[in-house]
């Protein structure tokens, strides 16, 4: 009768352990899944002049809803003055020659601030610093 308990406790036990590997596994699996279901791929390039600038080129995977003021400081280094963006990884805009950063969204001129912008899938930003 003692060993008839001890293998059924065992059992139980074995059994409660597998049970709980299995959930955690589906978890984690659940977690990797809405990770790459909320994410999106976006393009960003920058010219200067007409001139793109390659090494500034990036194709990037964001967060779904992403903001492209908050994406750009985080992969460039951004100089701003009230959310309007003044310098692109050195490439400063110049008043007096009256050239400044503008930004298309997929071809056509961005509607929005970059702070308002909130970027979608397969989005291509172009960033250009030319005479206005």
């Not at 352990?17 to 809405?34: K, L, Q, R």
């Not at 007409?50 to 990037?60: A, I, P, Q």
């Not at 963006?85 to 008043?95: A, E, F, L």
């Not at 397969?122 to 206005?132: A, F, S, T, Y």
């Amino acid at each position: 009768m003692k060993k008839f308990l001890a293998l059924l406790a065992a059992g139980l036990v074995l059994t409660g352990c597998s049970t709980t590997d299995t959930a955690v596994e589906s978890s984690s699996e659940a977690a990797v899944s809405s990770v790459v279901e909320e994410s999106i791929s976006v393009t960003i390039q920058v010219s200067v002049d007409g001139e793109g600038v390659e090494d500034l080129t990036k194709t990037l995977e964001v967060e779904k809803g992403a903001i492209l003021l908050d994406v750009m400081k985080q992969h460039y280094e951004i100089e701003e003055t009230d959310t309007f963006v003044n310098t692109i990884n050195g490439y400063k805009q110049d008043d007096a020659n009256k050239k400044y950063w503008l930004f298309d969204v997929n071809g056509k001129m961005g509607m929005k601030g970059a702070n308002e912008t909130e970027l979608q899938e397969g989005d291509v930003i172009e960033w250009k610093l030319e005479k206005n």
